[in-house]
């Protein structure tokens, strides 16, 4: 799609729908919007106050016919409901929401929009031309690889329309920076989307090497013999029941100049999950293609940084295997002895993501990181507190986490902190060795975070939990049923702003 903006008058542009918006508790026309009015001889105008049929409520919308006295074949009208609650978010979902109708209208594959919001005051062109963007990009996604009938979008050539030229440059920014995030996403999505016979660990780790050779990153990918020599023993005991080969691949981004920080990224990437010997019910391994959502989202994040090139260090890790049962598969009251040296009995063999992320955490320690943040599908228990659209979020830094939360909150991606206290290791507690993988039924989001925290000395660690909003069973404001690519657009923006 062919996504744009530029300084441009709304009576001159020629497409098929031009899109306008009012606020709900404020319905006075802006100076654009009063010139366009009067060259459709006051229709706008005559919509909004004499007839007082359009209440302007969030997204609700109205045609209005030009009768050619414009260029523009018709002027939807929407309304951007009340002033105090209208933020970047928002205008995402706005955006979607339109360009989702206007897709499905007839005849409409060239839009315009005016650079809506702006003249609230709560945010600059930059912003808005960039939540736009997102929005509209975001909703037209669809993963139809293995259908015979594609769903191609039919709007081909939107426009973002701006009054004042000295926004030019800061909007076409904000273009530039969504199309950056949407192209990661859509790549972390389809990547998630692909079914486990596809996205297998070699699969995986070959896609990270061509995104180095891509995007001019350094990579090296580890394969079993080496991971034996480096003491991945808990990972190599989930891997060990399917027949194929586990990876691990380690992504760097430099920065030209000296970095100012070094950042460690760490995605779970178990590439299906059977449970292994605990076998999951089979309603429950429907979507366990997802479990590798974690290493996804660290190779999309990559990408963005890569792009746009800040000066911090920043590393991409990913454990890839299978969790399948078999007769090599790792069992319930199995010791083993963690990368870093502590013990730990197998408890239960769906608890399989841990113990892959324990190892990758101390092979993380020793790259001395000013911070480690590790993204996973862990916990069902964090879907049950949370739901699909929120992430769980923990940690050992209060501010580092205050940051995260603060950076999600910008771009609309909800998160919510969890506790990790010290006596939590207490129902960790094994018999037989320094600690089972398991505790109780009871908080065991926090559980598994607190398990995680034995296995890094980074004193800026975080511990990201998406087992509920990496793939969502229905749509939610700009992102449709299915992989929702959640998180690359608050760890990029964390990540720039560092």
């Not at 509209?136 to 009938?149: E, V």
């Not at 760490?266 to 449970?275: A, N």
């Not at 295997?321 to 870093?340: L, V, W």
Request: glycine share 6%.
């Amino acid at each position: 799609m062919d996504i744009s903006a530029k300084h441009q008058d709304l009576t001159s542009i020629l497409c098929n729908m031009l899109v306008i918006g009012v606020f709900e508790d404020d319905k006075t026309l802006t100076p654009s919007q009063k010139k366009l009015d009067s060259s459709v001889g006051g229709l706008i105008s005559d919509y909004l106050i004499k007839k007082e049929g359009f209440k302007a409520k969030f997204a609700d919308s109205e045609i209005v016919p030009t009768y050619l006295k414009i260029p523009s074949d018709k002027i939807m009208l929407v309304g951007l409901g009340k002033k105090r609650e209208f933020d970047c978010t928002k205008l995402t979902e706005l955006c979607a929401k339109i360009a989702k109708q206007l897709d499905k209208a007839l005849n409409v594959k060239n839009i315009c929009l005016e650079l809506l919001g702006l003249h609230c005051g709560n945010f600059d062109a930059n912003k808005c031309a960039q939540a736009m963007s997102e929005g509209i990009l975001l909703s037209l996604y669809d993963f139809d690889k293995y259908k015979n009938k594609k769903s191609t979008p039919q709007i081909k050539k939107v426009r973002i329309a701006l009054d004042n030229p000295k926004d030019e440059k800061a909007a076409k920014a904000g273009v530039s920076n969504a199309k950056i995030i949407c192209s990661a996403m859509d790549f972390t999505k389809d990547l998630i989307n692909e079914p486990a016979q596809s996205a297998t660990p070699e699969t995986i780790s070959e896609i990270a090497k061509n995104l180095a050779t891509e995007l001019n990153l350094s990579i090296k990918v580890y394969n079993k013999k080496q991971l034996e020599n480096m003491n991945f023993n808990t990972f190599l005991a989930v891997a060990q029941g399917s027949e194929r080969e586990p990876k691990f691949i380690h992504l760097v981004y430099k920065p030209a100049k000296k970095a100012r920080k070094k950042i460690v990224l760490i995605g779970k990437g178990i590439t299906f999950d059977s449970g292994g010997l605990d076998i999951k019910p089979a309603n429950s391994m429907l979507t366990m293609k997802t479990d590798m959502s974690g290493c996804a989202t660290v190779l999309g994040i990559i990408q963005t940084i890569a792009a746009l090139k800040p000066d911090v260090e920043v590393h991409a890790l990913s454990a890839l295997c299978e969790n399948m049962p078999s007769g090599t598969s790792y069992k319930q009251g199995d010791i083993i002895t963690a990368k870093n040296g502590k013990t730990i009995e197998v408890d239960n063999t769906d608890a399989e993501g841990r113990l892959t992320l324990a190892d990758v955490l101390t092979y993380a320690d020793e790259l001395e990181a000013d911070e480690v943040i590790d993204i996973a599908t862990l916990t069902g228990a964090c879907i049950v507190a949370l739901g699909q659209n929120i992430t769980g979020i923990m940690g050992n830094n209060p501010e580092q986490i205050k940051r995260i939360i603060e950076k999600g909150k910008e771009c609309g991606e909800a998160l919510w902190e969890l506790p990790i206290f010290d006596d939590m290791q207490e129902m960790l507690k094994s018999d037989v060795a320094d600690m089972r993988n398991t505790g109780s039924r009871f908080a065991g989001a926090s559980v598994a975070g607190r398990f995680l925290q034995n296995f890094t000395k980074c004193k800026n660690w975080v511990h990201l939990d998406i087992a509920g909003t990496a793939f969502i069973d229905k749509p939610y404001k700009e992102l449709n049923k299915g992989a929702t690519g959640v998180l690359i657009r608050t760890l990029t923006n964390y990540i720039m702003s560092i």
